[in-house]
């Protein structure tokens, strides 16, 4: 798991989006919010996967 979020702000971003978008009824606002959620949710999943691929290179490394 990576230690530092890269995703976290556009997930914190979207869903203000998203939320500001139900109370104000502005469906566009509030898919824009998910839209932003999800992709802050990929970084950090690239992010891992990244940390995880050299990780498993730097163990292979020492063998």
Do not use: C
Request: glycine letters at 12%; charged letters at 45%; aromatic letters at 2%.
């Amino acid at each position: 798991m990576a230690t530092d979020k890269h995703g976290l702000k556009d997930q914190a971003a979207g869903k203000f989006k998203e939320l500001k978008g139900k109370v104000t009824g502005d469906r566009q606002e509030e898919a824009a919010g998910k839209t932003q959620k999800v992709l802050g949710k990929a970084k950090d999943k690239v992010q891992d996967l990244k940390d995880n691929l050299m990780n498993k290179k730097d163990e292979e490394g020492m063998k």
